[in-house]
């Protein structure tokens, strides 16, 4: 039987977001290993079974793709000392790697989603991918315009530039995507999905659907030269 997310899971993802302390997680941190437990188990099942499409999660284990729940608030303005989601990322490398990915995403209140595609690329990676767009965009457009693509993602998010990319026209047919500074697909999870005994072929399925745009992104990032983080 598949590991399935607890509804303690996701309770103390809840309280945790309205008593967002250091007082209150002490207090709660047995909740919280509960929790992160209950996390890590599904993410070793996902790592398994996302072996048969994805190389990548080959030599995987779940507890190396979490995130620290602590942020980092030195820069920051919002004080709060911990998130209030579980998030989990899967890419060749490790998931400080430069290469597209798979991120699932585990919050309350139907705040879960899982994602994929390529985060903040340094530049000489963007300028890279930028290149594979300008080049293949019948390609590119056959994946993220595909309506099997749209029905579950809609459509590639990410930040844009507000104007031309250097070395691009305006008038360029892929200029659309090659604002892009980021280009990533996001698939909701509302907390019935999350809490359901199928979530789990739910989320193989979404990372399966997100293969091929991974793969479109990798490879002129592969033709860097780039090594594995």
Known sequence: MATTIDKDTLSFLAD????????????????????????????????????HFEPAARGQQGKDLVFRIYRDV???KD??????????????????SVFPGYYL?????????????LWYPPAPELKAVRQEIDYNLDAFERL???????????????????????????????????????????MPLPDETVLSPGFLQVVLDGFQALKPLNDFLTNPIKDLGVEEV
């Open 16 to 51: 945790l977001a309205n008593h967002n302390t250091r007082e209150w997680f002490n207090e709660n941190k047995p909740r919280y290993e509960n929790a992160r437990k209950n996390y890590i188990s599904f993410l070793n099942e996902m790592v398994q079974e996302m072996q």
């Open 74 to 76: 030195r820069f920051s």
């Open 79 to 96: 004080k709060r000392p911990y998130k209030d989601h579980f998030g989990a990322y899967l890419a060749e490398g490790g998931k400080k």
């Open 105 to 117: 995403h585990l919050a309350s209140d139907n705040k879960s989603f899982l994602a994929g595609g």
């Open 144 to 186: 993220v315009e595909s309506e099997g693509f749209k029905k579950k993602f809609c459509a590639i998010e990410g930040e844009q530039l507000k104007t031309t990319p250097k070395g691009y026209d305006k008038e360029n047919p892929a200029i659309h995507y090659l604002r892009f500074k980021s280009w990533n697909a996001i």
